[in-house]
């Protein structure tokens, strides 16, 4: 069925839901789209996990790595609104292989300004990676097709496990570059673009229940601004999502800076996988939670969790087991959060606007991962070798969010 003018692929696909067995492979596709998003986010995050190498080699201050940090989040969180819109017209098969080989040159960019210490040269190579960030734009419209409204809180949360990208950057990265050098490091994750890019075009396919849309994009978003319930999604959102970024990328940074003497560059790496695969391991599970029991409570227990985690990170207590134990804790309730929130858009927004809606959205979390690292590099106290005003930050945006949700109206999705 065609879409009617002015409706987004949600609502085809609200409006005229296959028959079941139309969607059968549908948890394939969704796998196989969640495997092109952990390659995208590991391009991705390609830069954070080196970042100390690039410091050393180049004499970065404070002040560029958390540019150099933050310019590929920035450039994936506002470029996901572009590529949402476009997987509504070209679906997702396209949009995959799109993203995917466009990581390639970025990656190769990066790799060159590292071999002949360019800062800004990285910075560019940095905004390029961007594009890979905003595979996530692809897969939410992709996998929610595959589903029907009542389980869409289960597709997205299962796509969303394709964050582990960033585990397998934070892991990879610095002991593949100590093993195999960090050209070959580099030409291996371009590799791995190219390969996922030719398998995608040639395995995955949209959903039965996918029509394009041809609305123009403009219009789409300025509706989507309108609407309360964007604001308030993207808020909470930039809060669950934004941390999961910022802490992603600026981790090794902060255990680098805080305990120098009992963490190394790939330590620090494999702390910051742990995170997050904390957080990807969580997602779907506040997917389900939130289809069962409603996307108010899981968002509830997630910003508490967040805040009470951040105010103990704030203490700096002593690396070891606390500190450890804590992040791990914390990204368990952003995973919670993330699928919480994704699964209270659907039922709480016209149908025609869910699409438009969902983009934003998603924009706006990885907006919300843009402005901590830089945050925390403008409020580090040398003198002290501290971040506890940044972390205090946190804590007090964390309680503001956990006052708002509590406010909204919770919502489920029809069966």
């Keep these: ?67 150099m940090l933050a310019t590929p989040v920035l450039v994936g969180s506002l470029g996901r609104i572009v590529v949402g819109a476009y997987t509504d017209r070209w679906g997702g098969r396209k949009m995959f292989t799109i993203i995917l080989l466009a990581g390639i040159p970025a990656v190769l960019l990066v790799m060159l300004a590292g071999m002949i210490g360019n800062f800004w040269l990285l910075v560019l190579g940095g905004f390029l990676l961007g594009v890979s960030g905003t595979i996530f734009a692809v897969g939410i419209p992709f996998s929610s097709a595959w589903y029907p409204p009542a389980r869409r809180g289960f597709a997205n949360g299962v796509f969303g496990m394709g964050m582990v990208g960033t585990a397998v950057s934070a892991f990879f990265t610095p002991r593949l570059a100590a093993s195999i050098g960090y050209v070959p490091t580099h030409l291996l994750i371009a590799a791995v673009l190219l390969a996922m890019a030719i398998l995608v075009w040639f395995v995955l396919r949209d959903s039965p229940a996918f029509a394009p849309s041809h ?22 959102y930039a809060i669950v999502f934004g941390g999961f970024v910022a802490f992603s990328t600026y981790l090794p940074k902060y255990l680098l800076t805080i305990y120098p003497d009992e963490v190394d560059a790939v330590g620090a790496g494999t702390r910051t996988a742990l995170f997050a ?30 805040v009470a985690a951040a105010y103990v990170v704030g203490q700096e207590p002593p690396e070891g087991i606390v500190t450890g134990v804590t992040f791990i804790l914390m990204a368990a309730a952003m995973g919670l959060g993330m699928g919480a929130v994704f699964a209270w858009i659907g039922p709480s927004t016209p149908p025609n606007k869910v699409g438009a809606v969902t983009g934003v959205v998603a924009a706006a979390g990885g907006l919300g991962g843009y402005f901590p690292p830089l945050v925390m590099g403008a409020t580090y106290q040398a003198d002290t070798n501290s971040y506890w005003l940044g972390l205090w930050l946190l804590v007090l945006v964390g309680a503001v969010a956990l006052v708002v949700a509590g406010m909204l109206r919770d919502t489920r999705a029809k069966k």
């Design 215 to 236: 609305e123009k994009l403009v219009p789409k978003v300025t509706g989507a601004l309108r609407l309360l319930v964007t604001w308030q999604m993207s808020f909470l």
């Design 277 to 306: 695969v904390a957080a990807v391991i969580a997602r779907p599970i506040g997917g389900v939670l939130a289809d069962k029991f409603g996307p108010k409570v899981v968002s509830l227990l997630s910003l508490a969790g967040i």
């Design 1 to 67: 069925m065609a879409p009617t003018p002015g409706t987004t692929p949600a609502t085809a696909v609200d409006a005229a839901v296959p028959a079941a067995a139309n969607l059968r492979g549908g948890l394939f596709q969704v796998i196989l789209a969640t495997l092109a998003s952990t390659a995208g986010f590991w391009a991705w995050m390609a830069i954070a996990p080196l970042q100390n190498i690039y410091a050393q080699e180049m004499g970065l201050n404070q002040g560029q790595v958390s540019l």
